[in-house]
């Protein structure tokens, strides 16, 4: 499978600050999630965008998908120390049930 | 509800010998299982689908005879990864998913294997 680009590959911020993470995918898409990964564990489903949609909210999270551009943000507000982890985005580009990671962002949360 | 465990959490195996690690939807019937590779620092990347019933489908490159997936029921799914040698060490998780055709998956806590 190809792997989308995620940028910052990293990412370090005071605590209170917005996040910004980017995602660019290949090739058309139904639908593209967000999932959060503390490290060395398992993955949290974050939020879920449909190709139909621009723009999703969910508490602090706010997600834009760009289809034009292949692209998409994930906009994390008013950071603190327990949003430390990686964040991955992924898709269907795989197919029906594939899901196509990008190489996802280390975000740190400096108190 | 959608719980996904992993046993076990971590294993450490000498050079040469298999290890099973089994996927299982708690609360839910998984028509389709998931397992990923994961090396550290780097994303995710699928290995084989598999189905209930059915031959797991492996994705380019991924050996079906060294990691062997047994899709039995539809609350369990195993990978074996056999004769595994240090450069199998990984973390391994797997997903469930319980709806046909769509892409919602449910991710277990992964397991990690290193192997000396």
């Known amino acids: 499978s190809q792997q989308g680009e995620e940028d910052p590959q990293a990412l370090s911020i005071q605590e209170g600050e917005n996040a910004t993470m980017n995602c660019s995918y290949k090739?058309?898409?139904?639908?593209l999630q967000w999932y959060r990964q503390n490290s060395g564990r398992g993955l949290v489903h974050l939020i879920l965008?449909?190709?139909?949609?621009r723009e999703k909210h969910s508490g602090r999270l706010r997600v834009t998908l760009d289809t034009s551009k292949k692209s998409s943000s994930l906009l994390i507000t008013a950071s603190r120390a327990a949003d430390t982890a990686s964040y991955f985005c992924?898709?269907?580009?795989?197919?029906?049930?594939?899901?196509?990671f990008g190489q996802g962002t280390r975000l740190t949360i400096n108190p | 509800g959608a719980v996904v465990s992993q046993h076990p959490s971590w294993v450490i195996c000498k050079s040469g010998t298999s290890v099973k690690i089994e996927c299982r939807s708690l609360?839910?019937?998984?028509?389709?299982m998931f397992w990923y590779r994961q090396f550290p620092k780097q994303s995710l990347m699928l290995m084989a689908t598999s189905n209930e019933g059915s031959k797991a489908t492996y994705e380019q490159g991924v050996e079906k005879d060294k990691f062997l997936i047994n899709h039995a029921s539809l609350t369990l799914s195993t990978l074996t990864v056999t004769s595994a040698h240090p450069e199998d060490s990984s973390f391994y998780i797997c997903?469930?998913?319980?709806?046909?055709?769509?892409?919602?998956?449910?991710f277990g806590p992964g397991t990690r294997l290193t192997v000396l």
């Open positions: 090739t058309s898409i139904n639908n």
């Open positions: 609360d839910f019937q998984a028509t389709t």
């Open positions: 997903s469930a998913s319980s709806r046909v055709g769509f892409n919602e998956q449910f």
């Open positions: 965008i449909r190709s139909n949609e």
């Open positions: 992924a898709t269907d580009e795989g197919g029906a049930q594939k899901l196509v």
